[in-house]
């Protein structure tokens, strides 16, 4: 666990945007077994979490078609909503941070550390919004 006030600024990147966080294993349940789309991100602390994930995400926020749902787990915290989360994603193994497109319930786009690490944020964000086209 890390100290909350490190977190908080980067939870907040997130929440000013609309993400929803979820903190319990019931909240990660229901939000995740309803209907319509949900985007869930999974927050790190590491950088390329704060220099490539939280930006594409707040970008792809943005697009014209989105998800009905933007929500958020961070790794390292709750540790126990963060794992229900990733037992939606399998057979995705867990990774900080991630991203993933639910729809109605199942998994349908997934992104992974290794393609974030590395990748411009618009880059990352531009796949998210043609997951988005298809998908929402």
Not at 35 to 46: A, D, H, K, L
Not at 88 to 106: H, V
Not at 114 to 133: C, K, V, Y
């Amino acid at each position: 666990m890390y100290p909350e006030y490190l977190v908080a600024p980067m939870r907040e990147e997130l929440t000013q945007v609309g993400f929803q966080e979820l903190t319990t294993p019931e909240e990660v349940d229901e939000t995740l077994k309803s209907e319509g789309t949900v985007f869930v991100v999974v927050n790190s602390v590491c950088g390329c979490a704060a220099a490539n994930a939280r930006p594409a995400a707040r970008i792809a926020a943005q697009s014209t078609k989105h998800p009905d749902k933007l929500v958020t787990v961070f790794a390292g915290m709750e540790k126990e909503a963060v794992d229900k989360a990733r037992s939606y994603m399998l057979p995705y193994p867990p990774s900080s941070p991630s991203m993933a497109l639910f729809k109605d319930g199942k998994l349908v786009h997934m992104i992974e550390r290794h393609q974030i690490e590395g990748r411009p944020a618009q880059m990352i964000a531009d796949n998210l919004a043609s997951a988005f086209e298809v998908y929402c």
